[in-house]
T-cell receptor, first 111, second 111 residues
Framework: SQTIHQWPATLVQPVGSPLSLECTVE??????LYWYRQAAGRGLQLLFY??????ISSEVPQNLSASRPQDRQFILSSKKLLLSDSGFYLC??????????FGSGTRLTVV | GQSLEQPSEVTAVEGAIVQINCTYQ??????LSWYQQHDGGAPTFLSY????GLEETGRFSSFLSRSDSYGYLLLQELQMKDSASYFC????????????FGTGTRLKVLA
């Protein structure tokens, strides 16, 4: 069966520090992968998606970047965090377009 | 712009039936998904509708009317554990399986 792993679960980082969040998928090959962010009490905003190694599409201009160095690995990064980067970050892969399976999420607080 | 509208909050008692509506305005439509999210957790996939009509999965059913740009999630025999936020999401593009999410409906189930 397919599983998706995301870490860390929580993170507190100072403003101006770098960020690296990792997501890996098991049990499938060439998945479509997605990074979403959820502000407190809000819906999910699509940040990046990837249909294959090295292929990244950005949905919203922001202080973040994404990379896909391996087929089942998706990384979200920032060189210098802003207060507004705080939120719940979710990695997801698509069930053949029928919906998403989400990772457990990373709750990021920028202080 | 593209938007999905859901009620912000719904309250019901244990054993009751509740319907959560979702209306959407998107540039394209390829399917409507529903997700459940408990406080502090990641969203979990509940259902998917691509064609008009009702899809039933246990106590949960989902309905779609493409001509009305409308869908709903029906929860029967409510249980306390159903207290959560529920999100509708529209797949507005083909191929990339990107979804646009509503802002969510917080369901409170009372004893």
């Amino acid at each position: 069966s397919q599983t998706i792993h995301q870490w860390p679960a929580t993170l507190v980082q100072p403003v101006g520090s770098p960020l690296s969040l990792e997501c890996t998928v098991e049990g499938t090959s060439n998945p479509n992968l997605y990074w979403y962010r959820q502000a407190a009490g809000r819906g999910l905003q699509l940040l990046f998606y990837s249909v294959g190694i090295g292929q990244i599409s950005s949905e919203v201009p922001q202080n973040l970047s994404a990379s896909r160095p391996q087929d089942r690995q998706f990384i979200l990064s920032s060189k210098k965090l802003l207060l507004s980067d705080s939120g719940f970050y979710l990695c997801a892969w698509s069930l053949q377009g029928l919906g998403y399976t989400f990772g457990s999420g990373t709750r990021l607080t920028v202080v | 712009g593209q938007s999905l509208e859901q009620p912000s909050e719904v309250t019901a008692v244990e054993g009751a039936i509740v319907q959560i509506n979702c209306t959407y305005q998107t540039s394209g439509f390829y399917g409507l998904s529903w997700y459940q999210q408990h406080d502090g957790g990641a969203p979990t996939f509940l259902s998917y509708n691509a064609l008009d009509g009702l899809e039933e999965t246990g106590r949960f059913s989902s309905f779609l009317s493409r001509s009305d740009s409308y869908g709903y999630l029906l929860l029967q025999e409510l249980q306390m554990k159903d207290s959560a936020s529920y999100f509708c999401a529209v797949r507005a593009t083909s191929g990339t399986y990107k979804y646009i999410f509503g802002t969510g409906t917080r369901l409170k189930v009372l004893a």
